[in-house]
Protein backbone atom coordinates (compact mmCIF):
# COMPACT_ATOMS: atom_id res chain seq x y z
CA UNK A 1 0.00 0.00 0.00
CA UNK A 2 1.41 3.51 -0.66
CA UNK A 3 2.05 5.82 2.42
CA UNK A 4 -0.95 7.72 3.51
CA UNK A 5 -1.59 10.81 5.68
CA UNK A 6 -4.66 10.62 7.92
CA UNK A 7 -6.26 13.23 5.50
CA UNK A 8 -5.93 10.53 3.17
CA UNK A 9 -7.60 7.83 5.27
CA UNK A 10 -11.10 8.33 3.36
CA UNK A 11 -12.45 10.02 6.63
CA UNK A 12 -14.01 12.98 4.50
CA UNK A 13 -14.53 11.77 0.75
CA UNK A 14 -16.01 13.81 -1.32
CA UNK A 15 -19.70 12.20 -1.63
CA UNK A 16 -23.12 12.10 0.22
CA UNK A 17 -23.77 10.03 3.03
CA UNK A 18 -25.95 7.86 0.75
CA UNK A 19 -23.22 7.63 -1.47
CA UNK A 20 -20.47 6.41 1.36
CA UNK A 21 -23.00 4.26 2.46
CA UNK A 22 -22.93 2.12 -1.23
CA UNK A 23 -19.34 2.13 -1.13
CA UNK A 24 -19.70 0.63 1.89
CA UNK A 25 -22.17 -1.97 0.73
CA UNK A 26 -20.03 -2.45 -2.08
CA UNK A 27 -17.53 -3.92 -0.24
CA UNK A 28 -19.30 -6.63 0.36
CA UNK A 29 -19.16 -8.05 -2.92
CA UNK A 30 -15.05 -7.82 -3.10
CA UNK A 31 -15.23 -9.65 0.49
CA UNK A 32 -18.37 -10.83 1.80
CA UNK A 33 -18.84 -10.59 5.73
CA UNK A 34 -18.60 -14.37 5.99
CA UNK A 35 -15.22 -14.40 4.10
CA UNK A 36 -13.82 -13.21 7.61
CA UNK A 37 -14.97 -16.62 9.26
CA UNK A 38 -11.35 -19.14 10.01
CA UNK A 39 -8.11 -18.29 9.40
CA UNK A 40 -5.30 -21.16 7.99
CA UNK A 41 -1.72 -20.32 7.83
CA UNK A 42 -0.34 -19.80 4.36
CA UNK A 43 2.12 -22.37 3.31
CA UNK A 44 4.83 -19.70 3.15
CA UNK A 45 3.98 -18.14 7.07
CA UNK A 46 6.89 -16.75 8.67
CA UNK A 47 8.68 -18.70 11.25
CA UNK A 48 7.27 -16.86 14.30
CA UNK A 49 10.40 -17.25 16.36
CA UNK A 50 12.15 -15.26 13.21
CA UNK A 51 10.04 -12.73 13.80
CA UNK A 52 10.34 -12.52 17.60
CA UNK A 53 14.14 -12.89 17.03
CA UNK A 54 14.43 -10.20 14.19
CA UNK A 55 12.65 -7.93 16.99
CA UNK A 56 15.14 -9.14 19.95
CA UNK A 57 18.34 -8.17 17.39
CA UNK A 58 17.19 -4.16 17.69
CA UNK A 59 16.54 -4.62 21.58
CA UNK A 60 18.69 -4.33 24.84
CA UNK A 61 20.38 -7.99 24.74
CA UNK A 62 20.26 -8.45 28.52
CA UNK A 63 17.14 -7.71 28.69
CA UNK A 64 15.86 -10.01 25.94
CA UNK A 65 15.56 -12.64 28.21
CA UNK A 66 12.91 -11.47 30.46
CA UNK A 67 10.60 -10.57 26.91
CA UNK A 68 11.04 -14.46 26.62
CA UNK A 69 10.40 -15.30 29.79
CA UNK A 70 7.20 -13.06 29.88
CA UNK A 71 5.90 -14.75 26.73
CA UNK A 72 6.53 -18.65 27.34
CA UNK A 73 4.24 -18.06 30.98
CA UNK A 74 0.89 -18.62 28.99
CA UNK A 75 -0.58 -18.38 25.82
CA UNK A 76 -2.34 -15.03 26.67
CA UNK A 77 0.86 -13.59 27.90
CA UNK A 78 2.14 -14.66 24.17
CA UNK A 79 -0.30 -13.05 22.57
CA UNK A 80 0.24 -10.06 24.41
CA UNK A 81 4.42 -10.13 22.70
CA UNK A 82 2.93 -11.41 19.58
CA UNK A 83 1.73 -8.27 17.46
CA UNK A 84 4.60 -8.72 14.70
CA UNK A 85 3.23 -12.39 14.67
CA UNK A 86 -0.33 -10.78 13.85
CA UNK A 87 0.14 -8.75 11.32
CA UNK A 88 1.79 -10.83 9.06
CA UNK A 89 -0.83 -13.07 9.08
CA UNK A 90 -3.89 -10.73 9.49
CA UNK A 91 -1.55 -8.97 5.72
CA UNK A 92 -2.91 -12.32 4.52
CA UNK A 93 -6.29 -12.23 4.87
CA UNK A 94 -8.74 -10.30 2.77
CA UNK A 95 -10.24 -6.35 4.02
CA UNK A 96 -12.96 -4.48 2.98
CA UNK A 97 -10.71 -2.06 1.12
CA UNK A 98 -11.65 0.79 3.41
CA UNK A 99 -8.90 2.50 6.16
CA UNK A 100 -9.23 3.60 9.21
CA UNK A 101 -5.92 4.85 11.97
CA UNK A 102 -5.20 1.50 13.57
CA UNK A 103 -4.25 0.95 17.06
CA UNK A 104 -2.01 -2.05 15.62
CA UNK A 105 -2.40 -3.92 18.85
CA UNK A 106 -5.97 -3.63 20.25
CA UNK A 107 -5.88 -6.76 22.37
CA UNK A 108 -7.92 -6.44 25.67
CA UNK A 109 -5.08 -5.46 27.58
CA UNK A 110 -4.23 -2.43 26.02
CA UNK A 111 -7.50 -1.04 26.42
CA UNK A 112 -7.87 1.29 30.30
CA UNK A 113 -8.78 4.09 32.86
CA UNK A 114 -6.40 7.04 32.16
CA UNK A 115 -7.63 10.90 33.04
CA UNK A 116 -8.68 13.57 30.82
CA UNK A 117 -6.71 17.05 31.29
CA UNK A 118 -10.10 18.17 32.79
CA UNK A 119 -9.19 15.66 35.59
CA UNK A 120 -12.05 12.88 34.70
CA UNK A 121 -11.22 9.05 34.56
CA UNK A 122 -12.32 8.15 31.20
CA UNK A 123 -11.85 4.40 29.48
CA UNK A 124 -9.65 4.44 26.02
CA UNK A 125 -7.00 2.95 23.81
CA UNK A 126 -4.03 2.86 25.80
CA UNK A 127 -1.34 1.50 23.61
CA UNK A 128 -0.28 2.79 20.19
CA UNK A 129 3.49 1.65 19.85
CA UNK A 130 2.06 -0.18 16.78
CA UNK A 131 -0.14 3.22 15.18
CA UNK A 132 -0.51 3.45 11.35
CA UNK A 133 -3.82 3.91 8.84
CA UNK A 134 -4.76 0.56 7.55
CA UNK A 135 -7.65 -1.80 7.15
CA UNK A 136 -10.13 -1.61 9.98
CA UNK A 137 -10.76 -5.25 10.47
CA UNK A 138 -7.07 -6.06 11.82
CA UNK A 139 -7.96 -4.44 15.16
CA UNK A 140 -11.47 -5.82 15.24
CA UNK A 141 -9.79 -8.96 14.47
CA UNK A 142 -6.96 -8.58 17.46
CA UNK A 143 -9.59 -7.81 20.18
CA UNK A 144 -11.95 -10.99 19.37
CA UNK A 145 -9.08 -13.58 19.24
CA UNK A 146 -7.33 -11.88 22.47
CA UNK A 147 -10.87 -12.35 23.97
CA UNK A 148 -11.00 -16.19 22.85
CA UNK A 149 -7.19 -16.46 23.99
CA UNK A 150 -8.15 -14.81 27.17
CA UNK A 151 -11.10 -17.41 27.77
CA UNK A 152 -9.46 -20.20 27.41
CA UNK A 153 -6.72 -18.97 30.00
CA UNK A 154 -9.14 -18.50 31.92
CA UNK A 155 -10.92 -22.09 31.31
CA UNK A 156 -14.05 -20.93 29.69
CA UNK A 157 -16.39 -23.43 27.95
CA UNK A 158 -16.79 -23.47 24.72
CA UNK A 159 -20.31 -22.20 24.95
CA UNK A 160 -18.99 -19.07 27.16
CA UNK A 161 -16.63 -18.01 24.60
CA UNK A 162 -19.27 -18.19 21.82
CA UNK A 163 -21.06 -15.46 24.24
CA UNK A 164 -18.00 -13.33 24.48
CA UNK A 165 -16.15 -12.88 21.10
CA UNK A 166 -19.32 -12.09 19.33
CA UNK A 167 -21.13 -9.81 21.90
CA UNK A 168 -17.85 -7.84 21.33
CA UNK A 169 -17.77 -7.42 17.85
CA UNK A 170 -21.75 -6.78 17.97
CA UNK A 171 -20.84 -3.84 20.31
CA UNK A 172 -18.46 -2.41 17.70
CA UNK A 173 -20.71 -2.86 14.88
CA UNK A 174 -23.96 -1.44 16.89
CA UNK A 175 -21.51 1.77 17.83
CA UNK A 176 -19.98 2.34 14.20
CA UNK A 177 -23.79 2.56 12.90
CA UNK A 178 -24.82 4.99 15.96
CA UNK A 179 -21.22 6.81 15.02
CA UNK A 180 -22.55 6.98 11.30
CA UNK A 181 -25.44 8.96 12.22
CA UNK A 182 -23.71 11.17 14.34
CA UNK A 183 -22.09 14.57 13.18
CA UNK A 184 -18.43 14.94 12.99
CA UNK A 185 -17.82 16.65 15.63
CA UNK A 186 -20.32 14.54 17.91
CA UNK A 187 -18.14 11.74 17.01
CA UNK A 188 -14.87 13.87 18.15
CA UNK A 189 -16.38 14.14 21.49
CA UNK A 190 -17.82 10.98 22.13
CA UNK A 191 -15.97 9.12 24.74
CA UNK A 192 -16.28 6.88 27.99
CA UNK A 193 -16.11 8.34 31.14
CA UNK A 194 -15.86 6.62 34.17
CA UNK A 195 -19.79 7.05 35.28
CA UNK A 196 -20.39 5.82 32.12
CA UNK A 197 -18.30 2.83 32.01
CA UNK A 198 -20.15 2.21 35.77
CA UNK A 199 -23.48 1.74 34.14
CA UNK A 200 -22.38 -0.11 31.15
CA UNK A 201 -20.90 -2.47 33.53
CA UNK A 202 -24.15 -3.64 35.19
CA UNK A 203 -23.18 -6.94 35.22
CA UNK A 204 -20.31 -8.33 37.12
CA UNK A 205 -17.36 -7.53 35.48
CA UNK A 206 -14.94 -9.72 37.99
CA UNK A 207 -15.25 -12.50 40.53
CA UNK A 208 -16.14 -9.71 43.31
CA UNK A 209 -18.44 -8.27 40.91
CA UNK A 210 -18.98 -4.25 41.14
CA UNK A 211 -17.69 -3.86 43.88
CA UNK A 212 -14.20 -4.63 41.78
CA UNK A 213 -15.04 -2.11 39.13
CA UNK A 214 -15.03 0.12 42.26
CA UNK A 215 -11.95 -0.27 43.64
CA UNK A 216 -10.45 -0.13 40.33
CA UNK A 217 -11.69 3.64 39.35
CA UNK A 218 -10.96 4.45 42.88
CA UNK A 219 -6.96 3.09 42.73
CA UNK A 220 -6.79 4.41 39.19
CA UNK A 221 -7.53 7.87 41.07
CA UNK A 222 -4.38 7.83 42.77
CA UNK A 223 -2.20 6.42 40.35
CA UNK A 224 -0.17 10.04 39.72
CA UNK A 225 3.18 11.15 39.96
CA UNK A 226 2.84 11.82 43.96
CA UNK A 227 2.22 7.99 44.11
CA UNK A 228 4.69 7.22 41.59
CA UNK A 229 7.33 9.52 43.81
CA UNK A 230 6.11 7.90 47.13
CA UNK A 231 6.81 4.24 45.46
CA UNK A 232 9.70 4.75 43.34
CA UNK A 233 12.24 7.00 45.48
CA UNK A 234 13.85 6.82 47.99
CA UNK A 235 16.57 9.54 49.77
CA UNK A 236 20.11 8.78 49.42
CA UNK A 237 22.74 11.29 51.39
CA UNK A 238 20.05 14.24 51.48
CA UNK A 239 19.41 13.44 47.78
CA UNK A 240 15.89 11.97 46.32
CA UNK A 241 17.13 9.55 43.80
CA UNK A 242 14.97 6.57 41.72
CA UNK A 243 15.54 3.40 44.18
CA UNK A 244 16.83 0.47 42.00
CA UNK A 245 14.94 -2.70 41.44
CA UNK A 246 17.01 -4.34 38.71
CA UNK A 247 16.88 -5.23 36.51
CA UNK A 248 13.45 -3.80 36.09
CA UNK A 249 14.72 -0.39 37.39
CA UNK A 250 18.17 0.23 37.02
CA UNK A 251 19.06 4.21 37.93
CA UNK A 252 21.30 6.09 36.28
CA UNK A 253 23.89 5.85 39.11
CA UNK A 254 24.03 1.75 38.98
CA UNK A 255 24.09 1.73 35.09
CA UNK A 256 27.36 2.97 33.86
CA UNK A 257 30.14 3.99 35.30
CA UNK A 258 30.50 7.74 36.38
CA UNK A 259 31.89 9.48 32.98
CA UNK A 260 29.72 7.67 30.26
CA UNK A 261 26.75 7.68 33.13
CA UNK A 262 27.18 11.30 33.13
CA UNK A 263 27.57 11.75 29.24
CA UNK A 264 24.09 10.01 29.54
CA UNK A 265 22.92 12.05 31.58
CA UNK A 266 23.37 15.31 29.27
CA UNK A 267 22.00 12.88 26.38
CA UNK A 268 18.58 12.70 28.94
CA UNK A 269 18.61 16.24 29.28
CA UNK A 270 19.04 16.78 26.10
CA UNK A 271 16.12 14.30 25.12
CA UNK A 272 13.77 16.41 27.59
CA UNK A 273 14.86 19.56 25.51
CA UNK A 274 14.15 17.99 22.56
CA UNK A 275 11.00 16.64 23.36
CA UNK A 276 9.69 20.15 24.93
CA UNK A 277 9.65 21.14 21.31
CA UNK A 278 6.78 18.97 20.40
CA UNK A 279 4.31 20.30 22.95
CA UNK A 280 2.58 23.11 22.31
CA UNK A 281 3.11 26.32 23.98
CA UNK A 282 1.27 26.48 27.42
CA UNK A 283 2.64 22.92 27.99
CA UNK A 284 6.14 23.39 27.36
CA UNK A 285 5.84 26.53 29.71
CA UNK A 286 4.59 24.34 32.25
CA UNK A 287 6.93 21.76 31.68
CA UNK A 288 9.61 24.42 31.90
CA UNK A 289 8.88 24.86 35.48
CA UNK A 290 10.02 21.40 36.07
CA UNK A 291 13.85 20.46 36.86
CA UNK A 292 15.47 17.12 35.45
CA UNK A 293 16.49 15.22 39.24
CA UNK A 294 17.42 11.62 37.76
CA UNK A 295 16.75 8.91 35.42
CA UNK A 296 16.27 5.32 35.66
CA UNK A 297 16.34 2.67 32.69
CA UNK A 298 12.57 0.49 33.24
CA UNK A 299 11.63 -3.02 31.80
CA UNK A 300 7.76 -2.27 30.73
CA UNK A 301 4.68 -4.69 29.67
CA UNK A 302 5.47 -8.18 27.65
CA UNK A 303 5.64 -7.07 24.23
CA UNK A 304 8.18 -4.33 24.83
CA UNK A 305 10.42 -5.90 27.23
CA UNK A 306 13.89 -4.82 25.53
CA UNK A 307 12.74 -1.47 23.92
CA UNK A 308 14.34 1.27 25.46
CA UNK A 309 12.58 2.69 28.30
CA UNK A 310 13.72 6.01 30.33
CA UNK A 311 11.25 7.04 33.69
CA UNK A 312 12.49 10.82 34.47
CA UNK A 313 12.14 12.43 37.64
CA UNK A 314 11.39 15.98 37.52
CA UNK A 315 10.52 18.24 40.34
CA UNK A 316 8.77 21.46 40.82
CA UNK A 317 8.22 24.32 43.17
CA UNK A 318 9.89 22.68 45.90
CA UNK A 319 10.61 18.25 46.20
CA UNK A 320 7.50 17.35 47.03
CA UNK A 321 6.20 18.54 43.78
CA UNK A 322 7.29 15.97 41.41
CA UNK A 323 6.38 15.13 37.47
CA UNK A 324 7.62 11.38 36.25
CA UNK A 325 7.98 11.13 32.79
CA UNK A 326 7.97 8.17 30.93
CA UNK A 327 10.73 8.21 27.40
CA UNK A 328 9.79 4.74 25.57
CA UNK A 329 11.55 4.05 22.01
CA UNK A 330 9.42 4.57 19.32
CA UNK A 331 10.26 1.70 16.76
CA UNK A 332 9.60 0.83 13.17
CA UNK A 333 5.64 -0.47 13.57
CA UNK A 334 4.95 -3.98 13.57
CA UNK A 335 2.44 -3.21 10.42
CA UNK A 336 4.94 -1.05 8.27
CA UNK A 337 5.87 -3.88 6.25
CA UNK A 338 2.58 -4.88 5.25
CA UNK A 339 0.49 -1.37 5.04
CA UNK A 340 3.74 1.08 4.39
CA UNK A 341 5.81 3.13 6.66
CA UNK A 342 3.21 6.25 6.88
CA UNK A 343 4.00 9.94 6.46
CA UNK A 344 5.93 10.56 9.58
CA UNK A 345 9.86 11.14 9.98
CA UNK A 346 9.92 10.48 13.19
CA UNK A 347 8.24 6.88 14.77
CA UNK A 348 7.73 8.73 18.11
CA UNK A 349 5.66 11.51 16.05
CA UNK A 350 3.99 8.75 14.41
CA UNK A 351 3.22 7.30 17.66
CA UNK A 352 1.49 10.52 18.99
CA UNK A 353 0.05 11.56 15.82
CA UNK A 354 -1.84 8.05 15.97
CA UNK A 355 -2.61 8.32 19.95
CA UNK A 356 -3.98 11.75 19.28
CA UNK A 357 -6.11 10.85 16.33
CA UNK A 358 -7.44 7.78 18.39
CA UNK A 359 -7.91 9.06 21.77
CA UNK A 360 -10.82 10.98 22.90
CA UNK A 361 -8.60 12.83 25.05
CA UNK A 362 -4.20 12.39 25.51
CA UNK A 363 -1.95 13.27 28.12
CA UNK A 364 -1.06 17.07 28.33
CA UNK A 365 2.82 15.81 28.33
CA UNK A 366 2.21 13.90 25.57
CA UNK A 367 5.32 14.54 23.05
CA UNK A 368 7.79 13.26 21.07
CA UNK A 369 11.93 13.83 20.12
CA UNK A 370 14.62 11.98 18.51
CA UNK A 371 17.52 11.76 20.55
CA UNK A 372 21.33 11.48 19.41
CA UNK A 373 24.13 9.13 21.50
CA UNK A 374 21.31 6.65 23.66
CA UNK A 375 22.55 3.82 23.44
CA UNK A 376 25.06 4.30 20.49
CA UNK A 377 23.32 6.19 18.35
CA UNK A 378 20.07 8.59 17.01
CA UNK A 379 16.60 6.35 18.46
CA UNK A 380 13.33 7.95 18.38
CA UNK A 381 10.96 8.04 21.58
CA UNK A 382 7.78 9.02 22.59
CA UNK A 383 7.16 10.61 26.04
CA UNK A 384 3.90 10.43 28.65
CA UNK A 385 3.22 10.99 32.36
CA UNK A 386 4.51 7.89 34.08
CA UNK A 387 1.61 7.70 36.10
CA UNK A 388 -1.85 9.56 35.37
CA UNK A 389 -4.58 8.13 36.44
CA UNK A 390 -3.70 5.33 34.55
CA UNK A 391 -5.68 2.12 35.75
CA UNK A 392 -7.53 -1.07 34.27
CA UNK A 393 -9.36 -4.28 34.73
CA UNK A 394 -7.41 -7.97 35.30
CA UNK A 395 -9.44 -10.38 32.84
CA UNK A 396 -7.61 -13.05 34.45
CA UNK A 397 -10.69 -12.30 37.57
CA UNK A 398 -13.41 -11.94 35.33
CA UNK A 399 -16.08 -14.33 35.15
CA UNK A 400 -17.93 -14.94 31.41
CA UNK A 401 -20.40 -12.36 32.05
CA UNK A 402 -17.57 -10.34 32.90
CA UNK A 403 -15.38 -11.06 30.04
CA UNK A 404 -18.42 -10.78 27.70
CA UNK A 405 -19.56 -7.10 29.29
CA UNK A 406 -15.86 -5.90 29.11
CA UNK A 407 -15.01 -6.87 25.40
CA UNK A 408 -18.27 -5.14 25.07
CA UNK A 409 -17.06 -1.72 26.21
CA UNK A 410 -13.83 -2.51 24.20
CA UNK A 411 -15.45 -3.01 21.19
CA UNK A 412 -17.64 0.53 20.86
CA UNK A 413 -14.47 2.18 22.29
CA UNK A 414 -12.73 0.89 19.13
CA UNK A 415 -15.73 1.86 17.09
CA UNK A 416 -15.21 5.06 18.57
CA UNK A 417 -11.64 5.40 17.75
CA UNK A 418 -12.15 4.22 14.10
CA UNK A 419 -15.07 6.51 13.29
CA UNK A 420 -12.48 9.43 14.10
CA UNK A 421 -10.13 8.89 11.14
CA UNK A 422 -11.83 6.22 8.09
CA UNK A 423 -15.10 6.40 6.44
CA UNK A 424 -17.36 5.42 9.26
CA UNK A 425 -20.62 5.91 7.25
CA UNK A 426 -19.40 2.95 5.02
CA UNK A 427 -17.84 0.60 7.39
CA UNK A 428 -21.26 0.94 9.28
CA UNK A 429 -23.19 -0.12 6.00
CA UNK A 430 -20.70 -2.85 5.26
CA UNK A 431 -21.58 -4.33 8.26
CA UNK A 432 -25.03 -4.03 8.26
CA UNK A 433 -27.59 -5.02 10.89
CA UNK A 434 -27.47 -8.08 10.56
CA UNK A 435 -25.12 -10.76 12.70
CA UNK A 436 -23.12 -11.82 9.76
CA UNK A 437 -19.96 -9.96 10.67
CA UNK A 438 -20.15 -11.00 14.42
CA UNK A 439 -20.24 -15.07 13.97
CA UNK A 440 -17.58 -15.03 11.45
CA UNK A 441 -15.19 -13.04 14.06
CA UNK A 442 -16.13 -15.60 16.56
CA UNK A 443 -14.73 -18.41 14.52
CA UNK A 444 -12.09 -16.27 12.94
CA UNK A 445 -11.23 -15.68 16.65
CA UNK A 446 -11.64 -19.66 17.86
CA UNK A 447 -9.06 -20.82 14.85
CA UNK A 448 -6.44 -18.00 15.59
CA UNK A 449 -6.59 -19.01 19.35
CA UNK A 450 -5.41 -22.33 18.49
CA UNK A 451 -2.87 -21.00 16.09
CA UNK A 452 -1.53 -18.60 18.84
CA UNK A 453 -1.55 -22.11 21.19
CA UNK A 454 1.02 -23.90 18.73
CA UNK A 455 3.26 -20.54 18.21
CA UNK A 456 3.48 -20.25 22.02
CA UNK A 457 4.27 -24.19 22.31
CA UNK A 458 6.83 -23.48 20.12
CA UNK A 459 8.91 -20.93 22.05
CA UNK A 460 8.33 -23.01 24.89
CA UNK A 461 10.08 -25.79 23.01
CA UNK A 462 12.74 -23.53 22.24
CA UNK A 463 13.38 -22.48 25.33
CA UNK A 464 13.76 -25.80 26.89
CA UNK A 465 16.10 -26.87 24.52
CA UNK A 466 18.15 -23.49 25.15
CA UNK A 467 17.53 -22.00 21.81
CA UNK A 468 16.53 -19.39 23.44
CA UNK A 469 17.27 -18.08 26.72
CA UNK A 470 14.35 -16.74 29.11
CA UNK A 471 14.71 -15.15 32.77
CA UNK A 472 13.18 -13.40 35.33
CA UNK A 473 13.57 -11.69 38.46
CA UNK A 474 11.94 -13.47 40.99
CA UNK A 475 10.26 -9.53 42.42
CA UNK A 476 8.14 -9.26 38.73
CA UNK A 477 6.65 -5.88 39.08
CA UNK A 478 4.73 -5.71 35.84
Known amino acids: MSRDSASTLGAVPPLTPAERAARGKAARRRTPRSGHAGFAPSSDRPDPLGILGAQSATRVPELVPIRYSRMAESPFRFYRGAAAIMAADLATTQDSGIRVQLCGDAHLMNFGLLASPERQLVFDINDFDESLPGPWEWDVKRLAASLAVAGRANGFTDRERARVVPAAVRSYREAMIRFAGMTNLGVWYARIDADRLAAMASRKLTMGGRRNLGRAL ?29 PLLVPLTDLLPEVERDALEERLRGLIRGYARSLQPDRRALLGDFRFVDAARKVVGVGSVGTRCWILLLTGRDGRDPLFLQAKEA ?39 RADGIDGRRRDFYVRQLRDWKGGLDPELMTPAGLRTFGEVCGSTLARAHARSGDRIAIAAYLGRGDAFDHALHTFAEAYADLNELDHQGLVEAVRAGRLSASEPADDRR
Open 218 to 246: DKARTRDSLQAFAKLTETVQGQVRIAADP
Open 331 to 369: CTSVLAPHVGAGEYRSEGERVVAGQRLMQATSDIFLGWT
